[in-house]
């Protein structure tokens, strides 16, 4: 076989143009980092590295979550820190008060609790992130305000609501405290409901229930069977004098597990708190049916967290210091339990810290475990990457040598 000038330069030419390439490819990896360009270059690599990146991802979406997180608990902290320094300082004053002489001074003591009570309500209302701290999930306007005459203070927004962030691919962790569960009144409906019980047998139970002003009221709760696992609820508030001033506008539909007992909708929905409001009383309370059960008795029982919220409860301290009155000592014992809540959610808040850093931690080693195994499937080992490129040119140059020799002729030669 005769091979012809012509054949000698396009093997030469077709060589130069390897190299070359081979060249432009290891200056493109040594620039980039990453050896894998397109998918056919290595498929199975280009899967792994795919699924790395998608894994990274969300990792990296998971800690953002984490810190925003971290941020709105260290600022909840700070403020229920700031409500329970001034909560103590109002215990110390009604303690003082329990001296003889220093109840000649009762309206100097009404000041300096009231300068406590407005500080907590500036601490109540404030932001982190643009979001009232103790809002839940209504943003629409400040938690709580005096009321227009000034004589309570009146909750403005449904305070509940929990704010939630997904930390890892299965869990979502609160990372509010609800205004609702550290200064609302909360009524449970504890106990439980008789399944046996003929359809149209009626539960009724009922308790003592206190205006903002600590006027007395009574709040009845009726729950009559419509079917079976089936309930309707109805309630009703009536004054000291027997008069009812409010009665509810419907009847909330209660359904409940046929095999767990557990209370599944009201009016179709997850159970949540309903929120009972006599603007007109000045009566503001919740009523929590979720710890309600169906079993074989009926004991219904209602249960408040408190009488009176603690803002109000304050209030009726101070204008009744004002009036000459002393403090109770169950209005001691009502600002005691609440400083007890109010370190019961802090330590609620440390878990919380807790669990978010331990995740925090594994996540951040994922994260550097999965980055390794990507730089092993498609890093390049920038050193190796260079004493190849230095062959390849060398490779390069020394061809070019070579074809000077092995071509030498020029159109000249054929003339």
Same mark, same amino acid.
């Given at each position: 076989?005769?091979?012809?000038?012509?054949?000698?330069?396009n093997?030469y030419?077709g060589?130069i143009?390897?190299?070359?390439d081979?060249?432009?490819l290891l200056?493109?990896?040594?620039?980039?980092? %990453?050896r894998?360009?397109?998918p056919s270059?290595?498929?199975?690599?280009?899967?792994?590295?795919?699924?790395?990146n998608d894994?990274?991802s969300?990792?990296?979406t998971?800690?953002?979550?984490?810190?925003?997180?971290?941020?709105?608990?260290?600022?909840?902290t +700070?403020?229920l820190?700031?409500?329970?320094?001034e909560? %103590?300082n109002?215990v110390?004053?009604?303690?003082?008060?329990?001296?003889?002489?220093n109840?000649?001074n009762?309206?100097?003591?009404?000041?300096?609790?009231e #300068?406590?009570?407005?500080?907590?309500l500036?601490?109540s209302n404030?932001?982190?992130?643009?979001k009232?701290i103790f809002?839940?999930t209504?943003?629409?306007?400040?938690p709580?305000s005096?009321?227009?005459?000034?004589?309570?203070v009146?909750?403005n927004?449904?305070i #509940?609501?929990l704010?939630n962030?997904r930390i890892s691919q299965s869990i979502?962790?609160?990372?509010n405290?609800?205004?609702?569960?550290i200064?609302?009144?909360?009524?449970s409906?504890?106990?439980?409901l008789?399944?046996n019980?003929?359809?149209?047998s009626?539960?009724t139970?009922?308790?003592?229930?206190?205006?903002?002003?600590?006027?007395?009221?009574?709040?009845?709760?009726n729950?009559?069977?419509?079917?079976?696992?089936q309930?309707?609820l109805?309630y009703s508030?009536v004054?000291?004098?027997? #008069?009812?001033?409010?009665s509810?506008?419907?009847?909330?539909?209660?359904? +409940?597990?046929?095999t767990?007992?557990a209370?599944?909708?009201v009016?179709g929905?997850?159970?949540s708190?309903i929120?009972?409001?006599?603007?007109s009383n000045?009566?503001? +309370?919740n009523?929590?049916?979720s710890q309600?059960?169906?079993?074989d008795?009926?004991?219904l029982?209602?249960?408040?967290n408190?009488d009176?919220d603690?803002?109000?409860q304050?209030?009726i301290?101070?204008?009744?210091l004002r009036n000459g009155?002393?403090?109770t000592?169950?209005?001691?014992a009502?600002?005691n339990?609440?400083?007890?809540?109010?370190?019961?959610k802090?330590?609620?808040?440390?878990?919380?810290v807790?669990?978010f850093?331990a995740?925090?931690s594994?996540?951040?080693?994922?994260n550097l475990d999965i980055?390794?195994? #990507?730089s092993?499937?498609n890093?390049?080992?920038?050193?190796?990457?260079?004493?190849?490129l230095?062959n390849?040119?060398?490779?390069?140059q020394?061809s070019?040598?070579?074809?000077?020799?092995?071509l030498?002729?020029s159109l000249?030669?054929?003339?």
């Open positions: 076989m005769r091979i012809t000038d012509s054949m000698m330069s093997y030419i060589s143009n390897k190299l070359k081979r060249i432009a200056q493109r990896q040594i620039s980039s980092g %990453v894998i360009e397109k270059d290595s498929p199975t690599g280009a899967v792994r590295v795919i699924r790395n894994q990274l969300q990792i990296d998971y800690l953002k979550n984490i810190q925003t997180g971290l941020s709105f608990l260290d600022q909840t +700070f403020a820190q700031s409500i329970q320094d909560v %103590v109002v110390g004053k009604l303690e003082e008060l329990n001296n003889p002489i109840q000649q009762m309206s100097l003591y009404a000041d300096m609790i #300068n406590s009570l407005r500080l907590m500036d601490v404030s932001k982190a992130d643009g009232y809002g839940g209504d943003q629409s306007g400040k709580f005096f009321s227009s005459d000034g004589q309570t009146e909750q927004t449904k #509940n609501g704010v962030v979502q962790q609160r990372i405290i609800t205004g609702l569960e200064f609302g009144t909360i009524i409906t504890d106990g439980t008789d399944k019980s003929a359809v149209g009626i539960v139970q009922s308790r003592n229930v206190f205006d903002n002003l600590g006027n007395q009221y009574n709040l009845q709760v729950l009559q069977k419509t079917n079976s696992n309930y309707q109805t508030i004054d000291g004098g027997g #008069n009812t001033v409010y509810s506008p419907t009847a909330n539909q209660l359904v +409940f597990n046929s767990t007992g209370l599944e909708t009016d929905k997850a159970p708190t929120n009972i409001n006599v603007p000045r009566i503001n +309370f009523l929590d049916l309600l059960r169906e079993t008795t009926n004991q029982l209602l249960n408040a408190q009176i603690i803002f109000n304050l209030k301290i101070i204008n009744n009155i002393p403090p000592e169950e209005q001691r009502a600002v339990a609440f400083n007890s809540k109010v370190v019961g802090l330590s609620e808040i440390g878990n919380i807790n669990q850093s995740i925090e594994m996540l951040t080693q994922q980055t390794e195994n #990507n092993q499937v890093g390049v080992d920038v050193a190796k990457a260079i004493i190849d230095q390849q040119d060398y490779l390069l020394l070019q040598k070579l074809a000077a020799t092995i030498p002729k000249l030669d054929y003339l």
